[in-house]
Structure formats: C-alpha cells, structure tokens
C-alpha cells in the first residue's frame, strides 16, 4: 500500500504556479513482502556447453525482499 500526494498551484499565484509539490510514502503498512524473484537457470558446463536438465533441476533461485517504509518528498519547477 503506497500513498501519494501531489500538489500544483493554480496559475493564479503567478510564478508559483511553476512549482509540483509531491509527499509519498511507501509501503503504508511496513509489511514484509516479496518485490521479485528469479530462477537461476543458465550454467554453462566446464566445456563451455549448457547445462543440462539435472544439472539446472538442482539450481536455487533468488527471491527479492521488498523496501521498508519509505518517505519521500520534494518539489519540482517548470521553466
């Protein structure tokens, strides 16, 4: 669950209508999740041939943490 809150200003407050407000936080609730995982699926033999199906069948895979609770914030401008 991430959250975001933008602000421009309207153009009735002259030059500072060019500016982009952002607050953003994610990961509301600061669970554990998983972001991504892959297997590791391409060894190559001493021969410099692939690796076969055994060989492959016995390979760990890796599985990506997701970030903790993260705040970010910040203003932009236009030109």
């Known amino acids: 669950l991430n ?3 933008h602000y421009d200003p309207p153009a009735r407050f ?3 209508h060019r500016l982009h407000w ?3 936080v994610q ?3 600061n669970q554990t999740y998983i972001a991504g995982a ?3 699926s391409d060894k190559l033999q001493a021969n410099g041939q692939q690796a076969g199906a055994t060989t492959l069948m016995n ?3 890796s599985i990506y943490a997701g970030s903790p609770r ?3 914030g ?3 401008i236009r030109f």
């Open 38 to 40: 892959t297997n590791i």
């Open 27 to 29: 990961n509301v609730a």
């Open 22 to 24: 952002y607050f953003e």
């Open 14 to 16: 002259g030059w500072a």
């Open 59 to 61: 390979s760990t895979g």
């Open 3 to 5: 959250l975001e809150i």
């Open 74 to 76: 910040g203003m932009r």
């Open 70 to 72: 993260a705040y970010f």
